[in-house]
């Protein structure tokens, strides 16, 4: 399993390059998995119907399954929010995990950016930005960039440049080590 991330402000276009770029990665065979970080509460089941229900009388948990699909639920609670590390372990087998959001963690990620947003691109300061899809040149950027609209170029890009899970889990357990250390000083 490979991964990379999408990272971008709010706006740039994140989920409608994701849209098109998953037929495409489909289209040359890849099992592709999504992952997204969102900002605020949100609930994938529905007021009314049995999942929502048993949440709300408490339940910690909810597993829904048909013969199509199944979801999971998993009240947070007062517990801490899951890491990004932390969801990667629970990714099914698959050939590629493209993450949207979490753009300060460590993982490869490729800058959506777009002009009209008014907002600086992320590449000069993450060096975690392995490539950028913009809907303007960056000569000098430093990393590949290549139009919004380039799907194919994209996607050769996401392949080239996702790294094996194990390596981005090793990353990500060092940079969460790093961040504790510094947090609660030198140990003693």
């Given at each position: 399993?490979?991964?990379?991330?999408?990272?971008?402000?709010?706006?740039?276009g994140?989920?409608?390059?994701?849209?098109?770029?998953?037929?495409?990665?489909?289209?040359?065979?890849?099992?592709?998995?999504?992952?997204?970080h969102?900002?605020h509460?949100?609930?994938?089941?529905?007021?009314?119907?049995?999942?929502?229900?048993?949440?709300?009388?408490g339940?910690?948990?909810?597993?829904?399954?048909?013969?199509?699909?199944?979801?999971?639920?998993?009240?947070?609670?007062?517990?801490?929010?899951?890491?990004?590390?932390?969801?990667?372990?629970?990714?099914?087998?698959?050939?590629?995990?493209?993450?949207?959001?979490?753009?300060?963690?460590?993982?490869?990620?490729?800058?959506?950016?777009?002009?009209?947003?008014?907002?600086?691109?992320?590449?000069?300061?993450?060096?975690?930005?392995?490539?950028?899809?913009?809907?303007?040149?960056?000569?000098?950027?430093?990393?590949?960039?290549?139009?919004?609209?380039?799907?194919e170029?994209?996607?050769?890009?996401?392949?080239?440049l996702?790294?094996?899970?194990?390596?981005?889990?090793?990353?990500?357990?060092?940079?969460r080590?790093?961040?504790?250390?510094?947090?609660?000083?030198?140990?003693?």
């Amino acid at each position: 399993m490979r991964i990379i991330g999408l990272a971008g402000w709010s706006g740039a276009g994140k989920t409608t390059l994701l849209t098109k770029l998953i037929p495409e990665l489909r289209r040359r065979s890849l099992r592709v998995a999504t992952l997204k970080h969102a900002h605020h509460a949100f609930d994938v089941d529905q007021p009314g119907k049995d999942s929502y229900l048993h949440r709300q009388a408490g339940a910690s948990e909810v597993i829904v399954s048909s013969s199509r699909r199944w979801v999971q639920i998993h009240e947070v609670g007062d517990d801490r929010e899951a890491t990004l590390a932390d969801l990667l372990r629970r990714v099914s087998r698959c050939d590629l995990i493209v993450v949207e959001g979490f753009k300060r963690e460590a993982h490869p990620k490729l800058e959506v950016f777009r002009d009209g947003n008014g907002r600086p691109p992320l590449h000069p300061d993450d060096p975690r930005i392995v490539a950028v899809a913009s809907d303007r040149p960056f000569p000098g950027a430093g990393v590949p960039v290549m139009p919004l609209d380039g799907i194919e170029a994209v996607a050769d890009a996401v392949i080239r440049l996702s790294e094996p899970i194990a390596a981005v889990l090793a990353r990500l357990e060092r940079q969460r080590s790093d961040q504790h250390r510094c947090d609660h000083g030198p140990a003693h």
